[in-house]
């Protein structure tokens, strides 16, 4: 058992710091928000992820678990102190070290005993060297300090599962003595470990989550190139799969990556690169091919209709993938400002994302177009004329294709997740946009007709 603290109680810190407990160290969180505190001390997560406010209770009623805003009193006597705070993007692509210069800081002034300091977050190549040099300048008591990188590869709405049962850990370090403190802390997880230097550690986090992002903007690459040429992007991948040396993962095509770290870690390597005088291709494609791909449903239906002015318009999912309440880089916050400016009548569903996205467009009117709140798909689709799928939730997915004919006025269809075989909505009537797959026949426009009229 190690008692660990964990700076930053965001999806990193708190799932790191839960799942710590869950293996029998001593964890305390430390966070400077009191209101958060308090919250996750009543048992409840400040984010929203599965499995997770399970494990804090069941931690915390066993004392393996704490939570502060007393970081002093966290990081005196703690054997390691994991650094989770946010490394967000900066308007030029680089990442911003603010706030963990301010935990290092706190780190130096607070500890009273030697302590391995374990940084999380994603950080430019180098950073941690600077972090270990910058602490051991502010370090108060004469102590042993060393920073190691212990990259994180979880994935939102499967963190906790990911975290326990992840594919490998990474630990960067320069000592042996660094090493074998987080080799024992990681013991009970009974994972593969992976011990490199701390540089090759902090490139493996971006080179992993770079590669992934290359994967999904080249087969969205590919599946606009399907479209044109006729061939249908869902055989193609399948096809692709049984290569052992291509994978059968990440292989979906849809309306572009999004969340809080393949759009964060591109821009980053990218910039990384460009201060090295280095030009990166590969990278600097997949963000390319990501940015136009976010709009290309939008553009579907605008060749389509020629102005969305007037109808109703279903949006169904928010969120930039299902299982989260996250819209960070969502194509939705691209695609709704776009409806609404068309003076489209959106009447938007999200299981979860609803309250995060109603804080940037609240219910009513905005400019010629409005936004209207519903709990349920079918209540979005009834009596609409057009639908966009952004999100893949359960509840979209239980939708048949003769929902989509029998609650629409007109039932046409645009899908940024190729829920729907292309034939069962051919079948069901229904006019069927996709990506990269070829579209159903066109459904009459004569009620689309009469409602864009009456609305000019
Ligand atoms: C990702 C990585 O998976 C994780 O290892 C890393 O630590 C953080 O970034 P996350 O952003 O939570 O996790 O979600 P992920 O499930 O990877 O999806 C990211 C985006 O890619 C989503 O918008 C998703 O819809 C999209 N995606 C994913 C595709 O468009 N196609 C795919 O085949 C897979």
Known sequence: MNKIAVAGTGYVGLVAGVCFAEKGHQVTCVDIDERKVELMKSGKSPIYEE????????NYAADRL???????????????????????????????????????RQIAESVEKDCLVVVKSTVPVGTNDKVEQFIQDFLLKDVRVEVASNPEFLAQGSAVHDTLYADRIIIGTESKWAENILMEIYKPFNLP???????SAEMIKYASNDFLALKISYMNDI?????LVGADIQDVAKGMSFDDRIGNKFLNAGIGYGGSCF??????????????????????AAIDVNTDQKTVLFKKARNRLITLSGLKVAVLGLTFKPGTDDLREAASLENVPLLLEQGANIYAFDPVGRDNFEKVYPEGQHG???????????????????????????????????????????PLVFD???????????????EYHSIGRKATQRV????????????R
Do not use: H
Not at 51 to 58: D, H, V
Not at 416 to 430: D, F, H, K, W
Not at 444 to 455: A, G, R, V
């Open 51 to 58: 499995g997770l406010e399970e494990l804090m209770r069941k």
């Open 66 to 104: 704490e939570y502060t805003t007393d970081y002093v009193a966290a990081y005196q006597d703690a054997d390691a102190i994991f650094i989770g705070v946010g490394t967000p993007e900066l308007a030029d692509g680089s990442a911003n070290l603010s706030y963990i210069a301010t935990v290092a």
């Open 193 to 199: 470990i992976v011990p490199v230097n701390r540089r």
């Open 223 to 227: 599946a606009n190139l399907c479209e």
């Open 263 to 284: 759009p964060k870690d591109t821009k980053a390597l990218d910039y990384i690169a460009k201060q090295q005088g280095y030009d990166l291709k590969t990278v600097k």
């Open 368 to 410: 010629t177009g409005s936004i209207t709140y519903v709990d349920s798909p079918q209540k979005a689709l009834d009596n609409a004329n057009v639908c966009f799928i952004f999100t893949e939730w359960g509840e979209v997915k239980a939708l048949s294709p003769s929902d989509y004919k029998n609650l629409m006025r007109t």
């Open 416 to 430: 940024g997740r190729n829920i729907y075989s292309v034939l069962n909505m051919e079948e069901a009537a229904v």
């Open 444 to 455: 009459k426009k004569e009620s689309l007709k009469n409602d864009l009229q009456t609305s």
